[in-house]
């Protein structure tokens, strides 16, 4: 990795976030482990389990210089299908993994005694077990601490890598966790940032998008963003306008912004930073 800060990603994946059935719990606990680091979740995107579908996305992932974390679809039942469709969008073939099978079969050994079984590794069952561990040919593990089946991880052309880990948030969210603090240290808090804003009591958009641009075009770096609500239970119709950005760049831009509103009669609510 080089000393820039990498674009961060998120790819789930599963028709029972498509219909419904489940919602989606990964992306806001990903956003909780990345601010806790200071970096920052760009982008997300959610596929179903068509493995069309999720070989475009992961060609697209792949060919970027994003870091991507990849949830769901990595088992070995029909409807998973995410480990074959990273080789497509690799081009490469799949393998099992020697130390994802030495890992299955650790866990594999450990659930036969806990059954006060005798393990029997040539079982049929035990045998399919093993595809879990079967890769894109050149990937690297991520261990799971919840039960010993591992994800794995790619390199994509772009310069950027895929981490893939299961959907279930019991292991999937201690194994991103892992891959951020061993691989992505080096990147902590360099893209820490602080919003400041301020309630702006039924104002309209349109006449503060002047002194919003000419505030971001002044200060590089930095964001300046407009929340508009029209029923809020406190405030009623309203505009949070405040910039967001590293800690000095933004203190200058917030204390401009509030200059440049006093050309214009407004009702404040309160300031906000977060």
């Known amino acids: 990795m080089t000393s820039t800060t990498p674009t961060f990603g998120l790819i789930i994946i599963g028709d029972e976030i498509m219909s419904g059935k489940r919602q989606d719990k990964h992306m ?32 697209r992932a792949l060919a970027s210089a994003d870091v991507v974390f990849s949830c769901g679809g990595i088992g070995a039942t029909p409807d998973d299908h995410t480990r074959q469709c990273a080789a497509r969008a690799l081009g490469v073939p799949l393998a099992l993994h020697p130390q994802a099978k030495l890992l299955i079969q650790e866990r594999m050994q450990d659930t036969a005694k806990e059954q006060g079984t005798a393990y029997e590794p040539d079982r049929p069952d035990n045998i399919h077990r093993l595809n879990m561990g079967v890769f894109p040919d050149g990937a690297t593990i991520i261990r799971n601490p919840y039960n010993k089946i591992p994800g794995f991880s790619c390199q994509g052309a772009g310069g950027g890598a895929v981490h893939f880990v299961p959907g279930f948030p019991v292991m999937a969210w201690p194994m991103i966790e892992s891959v951020l603090d061993t691989q992505y240290s080096a990147h ?68 401009d912004l509030r200059l440049g509103l006093n050309a214009f009669q407004l009702k404040y609510g309160p300031e906000l930073v977060r």
Request: charged content about 20%; some cysteine; overall charge negative.
């Open 28 to 59: 806001p606990k990903v956003i909780e482990l990345m601010s806790a680091r200071g970096l920052t979740l760009s982008w997300a995107d959610y596929v179903g389990d068509s493995p069309e579908r999720i070989t475009a996305t992961l060609q």
């Open 188 to 255: 902590f808090c360099q893209n820490a940032y602080v919003e400041k804003s301020v309630v702006i009591l039924g104002a309209m958009e349109a006449t503060l998008t002047p002194l919003m641009e000419a505030i971001e075009a002044a200060h590089p770096g930095v964001k300046v963003f407009s929340l508009p609500s029209v029923d809020h239970p406190q405030w009623g119709r309203h505009i949070e306008l405040g910039v967001k950005g590293e800690p000095g760049r933004a203190d200058a831009a917030y204390a």
